[in-house]
């Protein structure tokens, strides 16, 4: 896995697309809770932040244009796909888990 990893982040320094130093605090979770967590952890992804009605979305492999496509029309936005690490992806979605359950105390 971490050699496909530094695969993709290759292929994304190669094609332009923003390599991402996910961090949790950078995520709003307004906007990262449109998606099912579920969801997010099966595709690796987790939407970041909205501007101008597109959805900046950390994916492990943004490569993938299905999940892209798909995530556009569950964000019911553009979506513009950056590189992150699954790891760093699954932490942000942990927190985001955490968030939830506390707002339902």
Sequence with gaps: MARRSQSIEQQCRRKGIPLLDLKPDMIAPSVASRIDLEMARRLCVV????EDGL???AMADPFDTQAVELLG???GAGVVPVCSTCSAIEVALERLQVLQLENLS
Excluded: A, K
């Design 47 to 50: 939407p970041v932040s909205e």
């Design 55 to 57: 959805v900046t979305v």
């Design 73 to 75: 029309r569950l964000l």
